[in-house]
């Protein structure tokens, strides 16, 4: 919903797409894949889509991707400043997700353990995009499994 001072010609207060330059597509379809993802019919060989729940994540070459963006590409490496997060249902699943991350070839940059807050733990994918998977009690799920903050 927006707030009380959003006018017309704001943009909308969400995030649709979630774009990855990656080096291989269809390695990284077949390691999402693995992990559990289901891929959408959408997208082609070169753009894939995997539906999230309202919003989507499409993996792209980085060639292709920075080229789009207009940028010259660079290498990955060393902290972005940026993770994508997965709120796991209980501490146990953060530990499965993680253990079947590092089995499908992810890097785990920190393993899964107990925190101040809760559980977690981070994993690079092939491509080096860094995810955090974690738990901490009082996170809630609607009946669409979309957070509600």
Request: aromatic share 12%.
């Amino acid at each position: 919903m927006p707030d009380a001072g959003s006018r017309e010609e704001d943009m909308r207060q969400r995030l649709n797409l979630i774009l990855l330059g990656v080096r291989d597509v269809a390695a990284s379809v077949a390691f999402y894949r693995e992990l559990g993802w289901r891929r959408s019919t959408a997208g082609s060989d070169e753009f894939a889509l995997f539906e999230l729940g309202g919003v989507a994540v499409a993996f792209q070459s980085r060639e292709a991707f920075a080229a789009d963006a207009g940028l010259p590409d660079r290498q990955p490496g060393g902290f972005a400043g940026f993770a994508l997060a997965y709120v796991a249902r209980s501490a146990e699943e953060v530990y499965q997700v993680m253990a079947k991350a590092a089995e499908l070839g992810a890097t785990v940059t920190r393993p899964a353990g107990p925190n101040s807050w809760g559980h977690s733990g981070y994993f690079a994918d092939p491509d080096g995009h860094l995810f955090e998977v974690l738990y901490e009690d009082g996170w809630i799920f609607d009946e669409h499994d979309d957070l509600v903050l």
